[in-house]
């Protein structure tokens, strides 16, 4: 895939929109800095941070090994957490979860999504940091909890739509909750065709949300 420059008040946002538009997460590209953002003088000379994103391909690694490397290193996390649960394989889901899914089986799961799934994306990051370093490469695998994500995912897309129809009766801007740039982006894909309406990400770090609005004419 070829490299992506954006810009961005700072490198922090520059960095996140990338990732945004890629559908990718911090550890999955290289990151170059092109320009620092400069205020500038009463905002006379200011410039916005240009950062270019390259998403990291993966090498040759046979599927068998990668997914038995990926479901190892979430057992033995759990064993650490002293958590009992089993984790099944998954196929991915084109346009949300990508890569391999594990999916964690087990009683009380709840303390391995967490918060608006702060928890989950979490232990989902530190797998992919295990994975790569053993296979030294990039593995796209996606963790869930009892199947969490794909339901959350399918809210996600109802309520945007609902909040789409909306917009166009209203003629009124919608801001939804702060979310992950996961669900950010499933937000942005559900109303990528909806017509008459616009989504942009706005704020910082867990801040960031989703502004629905009516497109310009």
């Known amino acids: 895939m070829e490299s992506l420059e954006m810009r961005g008040k700072n490198v922090k946002e520059a960095i996140e929109l990338a990732l ?26 200011s410039e916005e941070a240009i950062v270019k994103v390259t998403p990291i391909d993966q090498t040759e690694t046979s599927e068998d090994e990668s997914v038995g490397v990926a479901r190892d290193a979430t057992l033995e996390i759990l ?14 889901v084109p346009g949300e979860m990508p890569g391999v899914i594990l999916n964690i089986i087990g009683d009380d799961m709840g303390i391995l999504i967490g918060r608006r799934g702060q928890t989950l994306s979490s232990l989902q990051q530190v797998v992919r940091l295990i994975v790569s370093h053993r296979l030294k490469t990039w593995v796209p695998l996606n963790l869930d909890v009892e199947g969490y994500r794909k339901r959350r995912y399918a809210s996600l897309k109802i309520l945007a739509k609902h909040l789409g129809e909306q917009v166009l009766e209203t003629g009124k801007s919608v801001t939804l909750e702060p979310m992950p740039s996961n669900e950010r982006r499933i937000v942005h894909m559900a109303l990528a065709d909806f017509p008459g309406v616009t989504t942009v990400s706005v704020g910082e770090g867990e801040g960031r949300k989703v502004i629905i609005s009516l497109k310009k004419k």
């Open 79 to 92: 064993q650490y957490m002293e958590v009992s649960a089993s984790v099944d394989i998954e196929p991915p």
């Open 20 to 45: 945004e538009q890629l559908g990718r997460e911090r550890e999955e590209v290289e990151i170059t800095v092109v320009r620092e953002s400069k205020s500038g003088i009463l905002g006379i000379g």
